[in-house]
């Protein structure tokens, strides 16, 4: 198990938590079955994957990912236990993206907490809003963040800026 130390306290993992931009995301996903019905759809950076286990209502397939294994052994459990056909879980780090996956829309929830991971996000976002690929995004709204979201602005089809208990959470939808 990997945990981040704090004070010789293990601190509680960040994939095992549902975040406020997971659910927003989630609520966009029932409001909005269009961008997914009957697509591809892929999940980076998941956590416990409550989009994708809702998205799969609609979608014709779903890759959830995350870059832990246990969020991947948790998210297949859940998979199995709900039985879901049309998803699997998948072992990804967008740091180093697999060839040959099929996906149409791309969820993302609550991915830009790291200025660290900024430029990579970036590149990989761009690269495949330049495929053609339509990137759902739901995000608090952060002054560290706030040039990462500028950078993907130009690409956006839309902006919604929702309410969760008193946090402000925006959902993008990037394409070309």
């Not at 999940?43 to 014709?60: D, M, N, R, T, W």
């Not at 959830?64 to 998803?87: R, V």
């Not at 740091?95 to 149409?104: A, I, S, T, Y």
């Not at 053609?132 to 690409?155: C, H, M, N, V």
Request: glycine share 4%; proline share 5%; with cysteine.
């Amino acid at each position: 198990m990997i945990y981040e130390q704090n004070e010789n306290k293990l601190a509680f993992p960040y994939w095992a938590k549902i975040w406020p931009a997971a659910f927003v995301l989630t609520e966009f996903i029932a409001e909005n079955p269009k961008w997914f019905s009957n697509k591809k759809v892929l999940e980076l950076a998941a956590g416990i994957g409550l989009p994708s286990l809702f998205v799969s209502h609609f979608a014709s397939s779903v890759i959830c990912s995350d870059y832990n294994e246990e969020a991947i052994l948790f998210i297949q459990e859940n998979i199995s236990l709900n039985k879901i056909g049309n998803m699997s879980s998948a072992f990804i780090d967008w740091n180093q993206m697999p060839d040959g996956l099929e996906w149409e829309v791309l969820l993302m929830s609550d991915i830009n907490y790291n200025p660290n991971d900024f430029e990579v996000l970036l590149a990989l976002m761009l690269r495949f809003i330049a495929m053609g690929k339509i990137i759902l995004l739901s995000t608090p709204q952060r002054l560290a963040g706030k040039s990462f979201i500028e950078a993907l602005l130009p690409y956006c089809l839309l902006n919604e800026e929702r309410m969760f208990k008193k946090e402000a959470i925006n959902v993008l939808v990037l394409k070309k």
